[in-house]
C-alpha cells in the first residue's frame, strides 16, 4: 500500500506508459485498456494509478500498491485540469 508520506508524480501518460498502463487492467481482472490518454500516478518510480483523460473509462489502478487517499488525489487533480482546458478552450472560441 502507497503511503502519501512518499513522493507522488501525477502526470499525463506518454506512449511509453502502455507496458505499465496494460498491466494495470490485468491487476483488477479485466484484460481490456481503453484507446485513451490518462493521469497517471507514479509512486517510486513506478504506475500505480491512471485517470483516462476524458473521463470516460475506468479508473485503472494496482490495488496492492494504491489506496483511497491516492485514487481521491489523482481523481481531483484530473477533474481540475478539466475544468482549466475546458475553460481555456471556451475562452479560446470566445475570442476567435
Not at 513522493?7 to 499525463?12: E, G, K, N, Q, S
Not at 509512486?43 to 487517499?69: C, F, I, K, Q
Amino acid at each position: 500500500m502507497v503511503s502519501l508520506d512518499a513522493p507522488v508524480l501525477i502526470r499525463r501518460s506518454t506512449w511509453a506508459d502502455i507496458p505499465a498502463l496494460k498491466r494495470l487492467p490485468a491487476l483488477r481482472g479485466t484484460t481490456k485498456l481503453r484507446d485513451s490518454a490518462y493521469f497517471v500516478a507514479e509512486v517510486r518510480n513506478e504506475l500505480v494509478a491512471a485517470v483516462p483523460l476524458a473521463g470516460r473509462a475506468p479508473t485503472l489502478h494496482n490495488p496492492e500498491l494504491s489506496n483511497r487517499d491516492l485514487l481521491e488525489l489523482l481523481q481531483r487533480w484530473a477533474r481540475n485540469v478539466r475544468r482549466r482546458e475546458a475553460k481555456r478552450a471556451a475562452t479560446n472560441i470566445r475570442d476567435a
